[in-house]
């Protein structure tokens, strides 16, 4: 879908920014994912790249997927798995600019300025389902804790500055 339409910028429906889309580094063309799992690979919860990228990522998933058994550990294949094993098997296929958070140490933790000075170098909060069971929460109640931690890291953080208008610049 993303080829089709001219490529650009994609995310799950769990990621809540807590920056402007101008905060994001742009890759240019680049096939970029901006969430990573240490020295795994990419988490596909908000990616970009041109129509030609995405175009050439969707062939490199499903090649690898027809050339390669998934490991027995995994009960089912999705993009998630397909992102990580291709970055092990191929490293470079695609550039990470780790700039998504993960709720997980948000949730569980009370809010303290050293949370702020954590949360300065990401553009957006990624609220996965793991990290949501994980942390005594429903997985239905993402959308409330997504509202409630993205309003309290803008309001406590001051992160989200307004950009200049083009009738004040």
């Given at each position: ?32 994912v ?30 690898y ?29 695609y ?22 000075k ?14 949501t ?13 997504a509202?409630h ?6 309001s406590?953080?001051?992160l ?10």
């Amino acid at each position: 879908a993303m080829a089709t339409t001219g490529g650009g910028f994609m995310s799950d429906y769990d990621v809540f920014p807590i920056k402007p889309a101008s905060a994001i580094a742009s890759a240019g063309d680049n096939f970029t994912v901006y969430d990573e799992v240490p020295n795994n690979g990419g988490i596909p919860s908000l990616m970009s790249g041109s129509a030609n990228e995405w175009l050439r990522m969707a062939h490199e998933i499903l090649d690898y997927a027809f050339e390669t058994e998934p490991p027995e550990a995994y009960q089912a294949w999705s993009d998630f798995l397909a992102l990580m094993e291709l970055n092990k098997a191929k490293p470079g296929t695609y550039i990470i600019n780790d700039v998504v958070g993960q709720v997980k140490n948000l949730m569980s933790r009370p809010f303290t300025k050293r949370t702020c000075k954590k949360m300065q170098k990401f553009v957006a909060l990624h609220f996965c389902h793991a990290d949501t069971a994980n942390s005594g929460h429903q997985i239905i109640e993402r959308p409330l804790l997504a509202r409630h931690y993205a309003g309290v890291v803008q309001s406590q953080c001051n992160l989200y500055k307004s950009e200049p208008s083009a009738e004040h610049a």
